[in-house]
C-alpha cells in the first residue's frame, strides 16, 4: 500500500551512540516532517522539508540533525543520543500544509 | 504564535450515544484546522480539515466538526459512538502565514459499549 514507511521500528540505544532514523515515501508529497511523541506533550515537530535538497528546524531541533537528498526519503540522526531523547518518533509527509499529513507508524526508541 | 487547546484529557461516552471532543485554538489570522486519530501503536490518521467556506465539515467515519470563529472553537462531533471509535484523538491548527502545523496534546475517547 502507498504510504510512508519507517524504519526502524525499535531501537534502544546506550547513551552517546548515533543512529539514523529513516523515513520513506511513494506518493511524490513535496513536504515531509519529524515529529517526536511525549506522554502529556502531544505531537512537536523537530524537524521539516518543503522539498528535495531542503531543511529547516521545529520546535525541537536541538540534538537532531536531517538531511533530504531524495525527494522520497527523509533522514533523521542523532549524533550523541540521551535519554531525553527517549520517545517516539513519527514522520509525515503531504502535498502542501494545507493538506492533511500522511503518517508513518513511528519508531519507538529507548536511550539508556 | 499559534497554539490549541484539547481541555479534556479523557472523555467517555456510551455506545449509540452522540460524542463531541473539544478544541480551542489561538492564532492571529484565520485558522486552518485539522483532526487526526490515532490508534494504540499506530501513526495518526488525518480525519478532517477547516481552510475555508462551510462551517460545519465532514470527514472520514462518520466525524464531523464545527469551525465557530466567535468562540475560537473546532469541536469534533459524531452522531452516534461506536466501540471502535475509542482512540486518541488530536486537533491540529496552522497560521496560513506559517509551514508549521501545531498539535494539541490529545484526548483519548473511551466508547463504552
Known amino acids: 500500500n502507498a504510504g510512508v514507511t519507517q524504519t526502524p521500528k525499535f531501537r534502544v540505544l546506550k547513551t552517546g551512540q548515533s543512529m539514523t532514523l529513516l523515513c520513506a515515501q511513494d506518493m511524490n508529497h513535496e513536504y515531509m516532517y519529524w515529529y517526536r511523541q511525549d506522554p502529556g506533550m502531544g505531537l512537536r515537530l523537530i524537524h521539516y522539508?518543503?522539498?528535495?535538497?531542503?531543511?529547516a528546524k521545529g520546535e525541537v531541533p536541538d540534538g537532531y540533525n536531517v538531511s533530504r537528498l531524495k525527494k522520497q526519503n527523509f533522514l533523521l540522526g542523532l549524533e550523541s543520543a540521551a535519554p531525553s531523547q527517549t520517545s517516539v518518533y513519527f514522520c509525515?509527509?503531504?502535498?502542501?500544509?494545507?493538506?492533511?499529513?500522511?503518517f508513518g507508524s513511528g519508531t519507538r526508541l529507548t536511550v539508556v | 504564535a499559534q497554539s490549541v487547546a484539547q481541555p479534556e484529557d479523557q472523555v467517555n461516552v456510551a455506545e449509540g450515544n452522540p460524542l463531541t471532543v473539544k478544541c480551542t485554538y489561538s492564532v492571529s489570522g484565520n485558522p486552518y484546522l485539522f483532526w487526526y486519530v490515532q490508534y494504540p501503536n499506530r501513526g495518526l490518521q488525518f480525519l478532517l480539515k477547516?481552510?475555508?467556506?462551510?462551517?460545519l465539515v465532514k470527514g472520514s467515519y462518520g466525524f464531523e466538526a464545527e469551525f465557530n470563529k466567535s468562540q475560537t472553537s473546532f469541536h469534533l462531533k459524531k452522531p452516534s459512538a461506536l466501540v471502535s471509535d475509542s482512540a486518541l484523538y488530536f486537533c491540529?491548527?496552522?497560521?496560513?502565514?506559517?509551514?508549521?502545523?501545531?498539535f494539541g496534546i490529545g484526548t483519548k475517547l473511551q466508547v463504552i459499549p
Open positions: 522539508s518543503v522539498g528535495e535538497g531542503t531543511t
Open positions: 477547516y481552510i475555508t467556506g462551510d462551517n
Open positions: 491540529a491548527v496552522r497560521d496560513p502565514r506559517y509551514q508549521k502545523v501545531t
Open positions: 509525515a509527509s503531504s502535498d502542501s500544509p494545507n493538506y492533511g499529513y500522511t
